[in-house]
């Protein structure tokens, strides 16, 4: 039985593929709304000082409140928001290597007047009582360990974490971690990479060969001159990282819209 241009089986087949593809779509905006986030941070560190003994060209002596040191560096702990949720109310615990001891910090979150103040439970722990000092386990809390609490950390910000850290006996280098205590919300480090145009490199690299893929392909069965081939490669060349971090950014606010319509 034919109605207009279409029967009823065309119908009846359109209607089961579009309820399967929305029953698709829907379980994954379900699985993108309901998975666990994860929160990317890196660690730099920063030599900026060492005391030495030269009885030729005299001796350097490293001091943090008068007293000496082996060496002292500057420690930057980043924690990025690169996911497509607001998070509030955020722990995040900052710890060290037995060999790393953590001095003073400071906490800041780029373009915001945000303070970023000690965890409740934190603050009971190095507590002193008036007239008292600072029990050794205090101490051994208070160079170890830092407890935050992030009121509001926006989808695109990062939150820096910058500690003057100092390294006991032979270690090469001072040892410091980053940790979440929130459910659903994981800390996951990543090495240090280059960033185009706001987005990492690896981002940008893989959208561009992906783009270029498919606009190789449409100009190999587009033209039919072998010459613009060449030509076309070398302008891809070109614009390549602009492009990619571009497509990047495009995509990345159009899944955002669509997780939060």
């Not at 392909?217 to 990282?241: D, E, H, N, R, W």
């Amino acid at each position: 039985m034919n109605i207009g241009s279409f029967n009823i089986d065309d119908k009846i087949i359109i209607g089961a593929v579009s309820a399967i593809i929305g029953g698709v779509v829907t379980r994954l905006l379900t699985f993108f709304q309901s998975r666990i986030h994860i929160l990317s941070y890196t660690v730099n560190h920063n030599r900026i000082g060492i005391s030495t003994e030269d009885k030729d060209f005299g001796t350097v002596e490293v001091r943090w409140q008068s007293t000496q040191m082996n060496n002292l560096f500057v420690s930057k702990v980043t924690l990025r928001n690169e996911t497509q949720c607001d998070f509030t109310k955020l722990k995040i615990k900052i710890y060290s290597g037995e060999e790393t001891l953590m001095l003073n910090q400071q906490v800041s979150i780029a373009d915001s007047t945000q303070m970023i103040p000690y965890t409740d439970s934190y603050r009971r722990m190095i507590e002193i009582p008036h007239g008292e000092t600072a029990t050794e386990n205090q101490f051994d809390i208070y160079y170890h360990s830092r407890e935050f609490e992030i009121e509001v950390l926006n989808r695109g910000k990062d939150v820096d974490f910058t500690f003057l850290t100092t390294v006991l006996g032979n270690a090469p280098g001072p040892s410091v971690w980053l940790d979440i205590i929130k459910e659903g919300i994981q800390s996951k480090y990543r090495p240090n990479e280059l960033y185009v145009h706001g987005v990492p490199l690896r981002h940008a690299t893989n959208t561009w060969i992906i783009i270029s893929l498919i606009l190789t392909v449409s100009i190999v069965f587009t033209f039919k001159s072998a010459a613009i081939i060449p030509v076309a490669f070398l302008i891809f060349g070109l614009y390549a990282q602009f492009v990619g971090a571009a497509v990047y950014k495009s995509l990345r606010t159009f899944v955002r819209i669509v997780i939060n319509r």
